[in-house]
């Protein structure tokens, strides 16, 4: 991942034209370098008061020459943690805020709730929180403010390290920090990073995602930058009192002298009229003089220490101005052998690529040809795949048209249904007589078979006493009808043989019917 390079974005040396006391001076470096890097196209800051913080936002949009609109929302009447103000405050900043960046910003005195029905959901890049500290109302500042954020949103919240009394930014911080991608700053009462949006621009991620050991270069570096500033302002701060206090010292040794002076040249006017109290003046004079000698002296004193003072200040601000740029100087040689190593690790990157190219194309080449016979597969297969479809297309006629058959003979069993259901009811009532008929058949055929039983018998008997009658055993009648019933043959006189078949019921019927005698 690409590390953090302050030197690519030189507006976080910038130094500020907006300062005031406060605790946010330490963080003007890297809010000018947040507006670099985020590019917010709606700004709001909630808390602004002398506006060191929103004029410094407002500085790098302008210095940058940002398309973005910025807004500060405050009720410029102060809260419990910052004291309260008069109008002054507000009328103050406006006359240094509006010539410079009226064109893209406002200042909305209004509560922080009030001016939410202002903006959009999901419209707001960058918010700045830093009003009531309190954790309940940093915790509501921020509840009712993530709705306005776009996917890009960042939020940043100043005194993350605050510890004391009721200040409670450091708890929600420590809540939100388990929910969200965030940077933090320890220095200058502590400022937080959040990035809230879920589609965030990369510009952040080498500062969100720093390893551990870049975060406190960062760190580092931002804070070296944030305490220059504020040593600046302490300087300045300092010279000015210095120079207030001259100047006072001045006019009242002034006018003690021209007190003096007056006094002197009364008493020489008014000499005799005030000898007395003239005499005793003359005798205090000397007191007098000595007095305001020894305040002359003390003023010398002071002026000597705070021009001493001075002095220490301006050596220690360079000490720290040249360890600065030291700093910076060490920073840019880092960065340098940094670039190179990366420069290097590019290269032998690149000839690896180029091999793992050759390699690859090599392959390529291969799969292209393996590619060309699979067209020609493929190209032989979408033949048959063709000639089987015409085919299934002709089998999905033949359906289609046997299916409509189909459909046209179940239409007509529907409609024979009844019919059948009727003939199939007769049918069984004719089964069912038929097996009645069938039982009396049965009965029938037994009684048929005993009659014929008997019927057998009783001729059987009446034959047998027949033949015994008319053709007794031992006559030629008998012989004869014995060969007749069994079969065989017979050798007559004159030579000739005589063949008997045996006779059949039937024919015997026939033959008894046929014979002439028959019993009486
Ligand atoms: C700590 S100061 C802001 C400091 C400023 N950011 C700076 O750079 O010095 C907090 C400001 O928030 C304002 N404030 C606090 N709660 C507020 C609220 N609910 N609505 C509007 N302003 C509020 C106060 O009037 C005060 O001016």
Known sequence: MKELNPLEFPVCFEFPTRLAPSHWIGHIPFAMS??????????????????????????SIAHLGLDTKAYAVDTW?????????????????????????????RLIPSTFDEALLHFLDGSVDLLHIDGYHTHMAVKHDFESWLPKMSHRGVIVFHDINVRQGDFGVWRLWEELKEQFPYFEFLHCHGLGVLQVGKEPTGTLDPLL????????KIRECFSQLGQRLTFQWETERLLRDIRNQQETDRESLQRQLAELQAAKGLQLEEGPKIEIE???????????????????????????????????????????????????????TAQQRQLDMAEMARE?????????LTSLQDRLG????????????????????????SRIAEKDQLLQSQGAQLAERADRIRVQDPLVQALTGELNACVQREGKLQEEFDGCAQRLEAVQRSLSFRCASRVSRLVRQTAPVGTLRGTVLHLALRGGSVLRRDG?????????RKATTLATRALPFRSA
């Open 209 to 216: 995602n720093a390893p551990a050991q870049e975060a406190v």
């Open 496 to 504: 000739v043989r005589l063949f008997f078949f045996k006779l059949t």
């Open 366 to 389: 291969e799969t292209e040809q393996n590619l060309q016979v699979c067209r020609l597969q493929l190209a032989e297969k979408n033949g048959l795949i063709e000639f089987q479809a």
């Open 77 to 105: 009447k102060g809260d419990p943690h910052n004291g309260s103000n008069g109008p002054e405050v507000l009328e103050e900043l406006r006359a240094f805020h509006d010539p410079r960046y009226g064109s893209f910003s």
């Open 278 to 332: 003239g005499v005793t003046a003359i005798q205090e004079q000397p007191a007098r003089v000595l007095r305001l000698e020894q305040r002359l002296k003390i003023q010398n004193e002071r002026l000597a220490a705070l021009n001493e003072q001075l002095v220490e200040l301006q050596a220690s601000k360079d000490l720290q101005l040249q360890e600065c740029l030291h700093a910076q100087g060490e920073l840019r």
């Open 34 to 59: 947040l507006v670099a890097w985020q590019r917010p196209r709606i700004f709001v800051e909630l808390g602004t008061f002398t506006g060191v913080s929103y004029c410094a936002f407002c500085q």
């Open 348 to 356: 032998a990157e690149r000839a690896e690529h180029r091999g793992v």
